[in-house]
């Protein structure tokens, strides 16, 4: 039996696992055993020991990449290509479906505006938030 501890402190246990399973991210080939957890959201969770294991592990932020060390030796670098728009700024009607349909996030709000004209759309930089 396995017990992970998972987001939140809690803790699942299971005795199910994968052994020996292939699978690629962007293109490069890996192979792990997984343990199997019933969970909401995930499919799959490359957690600490992944990290471990394909350390030393660099990560960079504002490009959202990530490089590992793949095989003992190559260097690859991970990219995040799921979000690829700019911020934009939501009406309160629209942030109040989003979150109802379960999205998570920041809601930030401006308290005053450098443009003098408010019709135009604002973009992040133009605006104070606290």
Not at 67 to 88: A, R, V, Y
Request: charged share 20%; proline share 3%; hydrophobic share 30%.
């Amino acid at each position: 039996m396995f017990t992970v501890k998972v987001a939140g402190g809690g803790q699942l246990t299971t005795g199910a696992y994968t052994a020996d399973t292939t699978y690629t991210i962007k293109g490069h080939t890996f192979q792990d055993t997984f343990k199997l957890l019933k969970l909401e959201s995930n499919d799959v969770i490359l957690g600490y020991d992944w990290l471990y294991r394909h350390s030393p592990i660099n990560l960079d932020w504002k490009a959202r990449t990530m490089s590992i060390c793949h095989n003992g030796q190559e260097t690859i670098i991970l990219s995040d290509s799921s979000n690829t728009t700019s911020p934009t700024l939501l009406d309160p009607d629209k942030f109040q479906k989003e979150i109802d349909k379960g999205a998570m996030g920041y809601y930030l709000y401006p308290l005053s505006c450098d443009s003098a004209d408010t019709d135009d759309e604002n973009t992040l930089e133009e605006l104070h938030l606290v």
